[in-house]
């Protein structure tokens, strides 16, 4: 029967999402700094609220690696409190841009200043996660922990530091085995693994803080809301919102590539998108966005049907309800391990490479993000690669091409392409070198666009050659 068929492999893969999803939730939660259940509160939502919409039927939605350094500096500047206030204002802007169909557009983002984000991110996020492997507090910025890392060494505990790196072995030698071993995700079998070895040799790591889901939750009250009268809170606001859009949009045209069947409608996932993280500010709890690595193991489990998502989300309610004690025993050195690797995997040195040899623009573009994101945060580093990008465009659609043709003594100038001011300077030089006191016909008729700026000196050019080659030799 179809009906039991479908219902059967959509069971499994929510099993099998939901135990990819649980050491993720917890580990993200952990790296920004709020407490472990709020991270678990957001998967579920985005299994029990986001699963529901049709924008995108197996794509799954959660607490992302992504938006782990954005939410660090929210909670370090503004309190865990204000967190719900700006989730929650970012789902109501996603709703918005839902409402205004501007879910397409998020695909002529370029697609470098993506990489180039995704890149800083991975930088970032192993540059504060090599202190949690360690056990050692952070320094503050990401410039001071990265310039701290050859002192790390001497600091470390040598303990947590052997768990870290054991769970991200698992993770890497887990790729390489059968099909059914792999069943069971990588992730949880690491953390699992980790959490068995602290137990046994009862290793003194620091471990997982948990108070219970009921009092993780977190309400915002109406004088929270002045928080949004701020430039900063307003900007976190704007960078959680498209920044969550553009991951999941980007992870929606992924997931439409790995199966058959029908295409993501953009508006609408946006528009659930919105509403997931509007419950999430509700509750206090960390924003969502779709997340690939869970996306992807719901297609290859075989989910059928949006209901994969929605029972994934039941299964992490009723862990963090029934067994919320099991995360007390779990290292932070190996969440810490979890989200090394998935820094890791953010880094795209394959695109990088490819790119240098067929488009060195666009290697640049997505090097200098991830520089700027390192060096200043997220939401200024996406806005310098977005300049850049819109500066080699530019660049690229203003070639100015120039011919020299003699027609019987006289010398015809024609000007094909683009004229901008962005080259001007090329057109003014090659002007400025035609022989002087020849009579020049300037033709403009193989221009696609002509800016002010490039007629004004071609009038100034014309009355400065006038009176050399005699003013009816220039046209």
Known sequence: MPG???????????????????????????????PAELGIITGVVGGLVTGWFRGSSLQVSGPAAGLTVLVYEAVHTHGVRALGVLVL?????????????LGRWFRAISVAVVHGM???????????????VGGVPAPGGTLEKLAAVPRLAGQADWSAVALGAGTIAVLVAWRRMPARLRLVPGALVGVAAATAVSTLLQLPVEKVTVAGVL?????????????????????TVIALALIASAE??????????????????????LMAQGVGNTVCGLLGALPMTAVIVRSAANVEAGARTRASRIMHGGWLLLFAVALPQLLEVVPLAALAGVLLHAGWKLLPARAVAGLWQTHRGEAVVLVATASAVVATNLFEGVLVGLGLAVV?????????????????????????????????????????????????????SGLRHLDHACLTALHGWEQNRAPLAGREGVI
Not at 215 to 235: I, K, N, Q, R, Y
């Open 248 to 269: 999941t949009l980007f992870s929606a045209a992924a997931v439409d590539r790995m199966r058959e069947g029908t295409r993501t409608h953009y508006d609408r996932e």
């Open 89 to 101: 204002a970012a789902g109501l802007l996603q709703l918005g841009m839902g409402a205004l169909r």
């Open 215 to 235: 009092e993780a939750v977190a309400t915002p009250g109406w004088g929270d809301f002045g928080l949004l009268a701020s430039g900063g809170a307003l900007g």
């Open 118 to 132: 995704l890149a800083g991110i991975g930088l970032v996020l192993i540059a504060g996660q090599l202190y949690a």
């Open 392 to 444: 080699k465009a530019a660049w690229e659609t203003s070639h100015v091409h120039i011919e020299e043709v003699w027609e019987g003594g006289e010398l015809r100038v024609q000007v094909m392409g683009s004229a901008s001011f962005l080259r001007l300077p090329k057109l003014l030089d090659a002007l400025d070198a035609l022989p002087a006191g020849q009579p020049v016909r300037l033709d403009l």
């Open 4 to 34: 039991v068929d479908t219902f059967r492999e959509d069971f499994g893969a929510s099993v099998v999402v939901a135990l990819v999803a649980l050491p993720l939730c917890v580990g993200v939660a952990v790296a920004s700094g709020v």
